[in-house]
Structures are given as structure tokens and as C-alpha cells.
């Protein structure tokens, strides 16, 4: 895990709650999600596939005094999920935030697309966050308290060129996270959504075919109808764990079914 720098931008934000489970908790904003909950003092369920990827977040967690346990699991399948949420309450405590970070990416034209990449990605990106959620949510509703938060993407509401199947299980992860905290409120569960536009992550640049990808993303294209980013510049992971941060958190305690865009204007205030 990575050293932030300016840990005081976190100061004075209370988060809701003891036990945190986050899926996806290695890739680049799984992790700084994880670091951010646990730098706050809230102990962390770091959930990924990855075994060696969880070793090393987890070891480097505890060197640094920070409360990380990992836990291996695959969100496409619903009797690990289910295990894994029965063995972070076992081992931690009841769950009282869940951050569903866990998404893959399949690029390409919509023409190009085969089954098998439409299926993996809403098997991921769409029933992952609804097996996890459902899970978790039951437990929450039977307490009465809980916070989820489920990271999507500016292009669930902004048509992408060669992001059709990504962007639509992404709609999907909106629109359900917003229907479970419809369902939850009455029990004392908010559930929102925080979608980042272009990220400093390996998925942003796996996008990018050569040197002017960059720019392209920053300035935007054409010929794609893809405007840039009014802001500049890309996200840092920080500044997506920040929003998550804070819709957890007692500042947010009267939010709930909202999609936080994170993007540097990018969707022009969608």
C-alpha cells in the first residue's frame, strides 16, 4: 500500500461504524478505499481474488499499524460471497460499512462484443455488487444501521465509444444500489453510489493503444463525441476514496440513493 501524503485532507470526517468490507480491495481504488477506511481507524475486510495481491495489501497494512484482514473470495459466485460476509462477521464483527469496488472492464466496439465478455462483465460489475449487497444489506436491515456505497462509473449516465457493456453494467449497479437503499431506508441503511470518470488506475490505461492516449482522454475526441475534462486533469485514486469516505461518513447521514460524480466535470454536471 502506497504512502498518502496529505492524510490531512481527511481530518475531522467521522465514519459511521467499527467493520468495513470492501470488494476489489487491491485493484488501484479498491486499495486507496482500504486505506482511507482503515487510516480513519475502521477496521478493514479487504475482499479480492487475488490471493498474493491480498498477502501483500495485508502485510503492508499491518507494518504500517493499520487494521487490514484479508479475504479471498470471488463476487460472481454466491456461496463464496455468502461465506466470506459469515466469516468477516465471525472474525471482525458486524458489518457496518460495504464498499463495492470489484468491476472488470471488456473494451471494444459493441459489434465486437461476444456473450462470454457481456456475461463476465455484468457477472462482475452488476451481480457482483447485487450478490454482495443483498448479503451484506440483510444484515444491516436486521440491525437497523449500515452505510453501502457502490463505485460505478460517469459512464453509467454518459455514452461511451467502445465501453457499451462496461458502461451498461454499470447503469445497472446505479439503478440497483439506488433500489436497495429505497427498500433499506426504513431500516436505517443508506445506500449511494460514487462514479469517478478517468482514474490514474491500470484500467484507465489499459484504454490507452499509445503515447497520445493520455491526451485523448484528457482533452477528448472528436471523432468518439467524447468531450475532456473541464478540471484537466485525472482522478487520483484518493479523491475517489475521498467521496466514499465521506458518504459513510456522519457528514452524510441524511444521504442516501445519490450518485456522486467524480470526474473533473467530465459529464458536464450529469
Not at 485493484?27 to 481474488?49: K, N
Not at 429505497?182 to 489499459?206: F, I, K, Q, W, Y
Request: glycine share 10%; hydrophobic share 45%.
Amino acid at each position: 500500500m502506497k504512502n498518502r501524503e496529505d492524510t490531512g485532507r481527511r481530518a475531522g470526517t467521522a465514519l459511521v461504524g467499527d467493520v468495513a468490507l470492501v470488494t476489489g480491495a487491491t485493484g488501484g481504488i479498491g486499495e486507496a478505499v482500504v486505506r482511507t477506511l482503515a487510516e480513519a481507524g475502521v477496521r478493514v475486510a479487504a475482499v479480492d481474488l487475488d490471493t498474493p495481491a491480498l498477502a501483500e495489501l495485508e502485510g503492508t497494512a499491518r507494518d504500517k499499524g493499520l487494521p487490514v484482514t484479508a479475504f479471498a473470495a470471488d463476487v460472481t459466485s454466491p456461496a463464496e460471497v455468502e461465506a466470506v460476509v459469515a466469516a468477516v462477521e465471525e472474525r471482525l464483527g458486524p458489518i457496518d460499512q460495504l464498499v463495492n469496488v470489484a468491476g472488470v472492464m471488456v473494451a471494444g466496439p459493441v459489434l465486437s462484443l461476444t456473450e462470454e465478455d457481456w456475461e463476465r462483465t455484468f457477472a462482475v460489475n452488476a451481480s457482483g455488487v447485487f450478490r454482495v449487497s443483498t448479503a451484506v444489506g440483510r444484515r444491516m436491515a436486521g440491525r437497523g444501521r449500515g452505510a453501502v456505497v457502490t463505485v460505478a462509473s460517469n459512464a453509467a449516465v454518459v455514452p461511451r465509444a467502445g465501453m457499451a457493456a462496461y458502461a451498461a453494467s454499470k447503469a445497472a449497479a446505479v439503478a440497483f444500489t439506488k433500489n436497495l437503499g429505497l427498500e433499506l431506508a426504513r431500516h436505517g441503511v443508506r445506500c449511494n453510489a460514487v462514479c469517478p470518470g478517468s482514474t490514474d488506475t491500470a484500467m484507465l490505461r489499459s484504454l490507452w493503444s499509445d503515447d497520445s492516449g493520455p491526451e485523448r482522454s484528457l482533452r477528448g475526441s472528436l471523432e468518439d463525441f467524447r468531450v475532456g475534462i473541464p478540471l484537466g486533469r485525472f482522478a487520483a485514486p484518493e479523491d475517489i476514496a475521498d467521496a466514499v469516505a465521506f458518504l459513510l461518513s456522519e457528514r452524510a447521514t441524511h444521504i442516501t440513493m445519490h450518485d456522486l460524480q467524480v470526474d473533473g466535470g467530465a459529464a458536464l454536471g450529469r
